[in-house]
């Protein structure tokens, strides 16, 4: 887990074993549906395109938060490295 999430074992533990919850609660924070919608949502699309799925809270996690966009979109940090950005957008809705 990248830009010091390692001080956070267990988001780290969670975005690596059971990214779809962590998504879920994730998404929580910027959309109307429950937790576990989101969860069965990501672990079901992450089959087929988690990258495109995943990418659209990530830019509401943004948004609601004022966080600028980084150099790669956020398409590109889902797909090569979905756990990764799931931990960042969680430390960030906690914070």
Same mark, same amino acid.
């Given at each position: ?26 998404? /929580? ?14 672990? $079901? ?7 495109? $799925? ?6 509401? &996690?943004?948004?609601?938060?004022? &966080? /600028?966009? /980084? ?14 950005? &799931? ?7 906690? /914070?």
């Amino acid at each position: 887990c990248p830009n010091g999430s390692f001080g956070d074992v267990g988001t780290c533990l969670m975005g690596t074993f059971v990214p779809c919850y962590l998504y879920g609660k994730n998404a /929580e924070h910027v959309k109307t549906d429950s937790c576990w919608t989101h969860c069965l949502l990501y672990f $079901f699309c992450s089959l087929f395109a988690p990258c495109f $799925f995943a990418n659209g809270t990530r830019k509401q &996690i943004r948004d609601k938060y004022g &966080i /600028e966009p /980084e150099p790669c979109n956020d398409c590109a940090v889902h797909c090569f490295c979905g756990p990764c950005a &799931i931990c960042q957008e969680s430390r960030q809705v906690k /914070e």
